[in-house]
T-cell receptor, first 113, second 117 residues
Framework: AQSVTQLDSHVSVSEGTPVLLRCNYS??????LFWYVQHPNKGLQLLLK??????LVKGINGFEAEFKKSETSFHLTKPSAHMSDAAEYFC???????????FGAGTTVTVRA | ETGVTQTPRHLVMGMTNKKSLKCEQH?????MYWYKQSAKKPLELMFV???????ENNSVPSRFSPECPNSSHLFLHLHTLQPEDSALYLC????????????????FGPGTRLTVL
């Protein structure tokens, strides 16, 4: 079985400062890991994914995440927050060849002007 | 149309009504999903269809009835719902590779915001 824990339910940053969203996972086998973003009244959009290739994964809109097996973490970062980054972010884990995704509870990001 | 579309975007219904949610994917995928997103709760997987066959029914009450007439369309039929069924219902699709290895990247629609009075 696999699961994810998003360590922060809410993160508030100032525009132009770095963003860090923390995610720890639990998985019996080599996982696939994803970060999705959900803007208000919208569906989920894939930001980036880790599928056992490079451990540093670059995604859309300047986001990146690093897979650290020893720490079972997959934290999401962005060097400089923009107002449009205000949204809910979900860390997700699945197993190879498994249709089931396990979602974290989500982290709400607010960006102050 | 591109990606995954859902209609209607908003729906208000009484507990005795019957309604249906529709999802269509334009990505050529062979698996489709229904999720329920309630406030302050993780996404809940409701149903999974792979190659038009239901492969998952995650202990969902029978007042929710899915239908997958082909690989591009997915419906969720609703009847005699309860107020606690009010939520955002999300549809997703992905491409399975039955004979090979794949990572389940799912593409989501915008959702239907359902309110049950």
């Amino acid at each position: 079985a696999q699961s994810v824990t998003q360590l922060d339910s809410h993160v508030s940053v100032s525009e132009g400062t770095p963003v860090l969203l923390r995610c720890n996972y639990s998985s019996s086998y080599s996982p696939s890991l994803f970060w999705y973003v959900q803007h208000p009244n919208k569906g989920l959009q894939l930001l980036l994914k880790y599928t056992s290739a490079a451990t540093l994964v670059k995604g859309i809109n300047g986001f990146e995440a690093e897979f650290k097996k020893s720490e079972t973490s997959f934290h999401l970062t962005k060097p400089s927050a923009h107002m449009s980054d205000a949204a809910e972010y979900f860390c997700v884990v699945s197993l190879l060849n498994d249709y089931k995704l396990s979602f974290g509870a989500g982290t709400t990001v607010t960006v102050r002007a | 149309e591109t990606g995954v579309t859902q209609t209607p975007r908003h729906l208000v219904m009484g507990m005795t009504n019957k309604k249906s949610l529709k999802c269509e994917q334009h990505l050529g995928h062979n698996a489709m999903y229904w999720y329920k997103q309630s406030a302050k709760k993780p996404l809940e997987l409701m149903f999974v269809y792979s190659l038009e066959e239901r492969v998952e029914n995650n202990s969902v009450p029978s007042r929710f009835s899915p239908e997958c007439p082909n690989s591009s369309h997915l419906f969720l039929h609703l009847h005699t719902l309860q107020p606690e069924d009010s939520a955002l219902y999300l549809c997703a699709s992905s491409q399975e590779v039955p004979s090979g290895s794949y990572h389940n990247e799912q593409f989501f629609g915008p959702g239907t915001r359902l309110t049950v009075l």
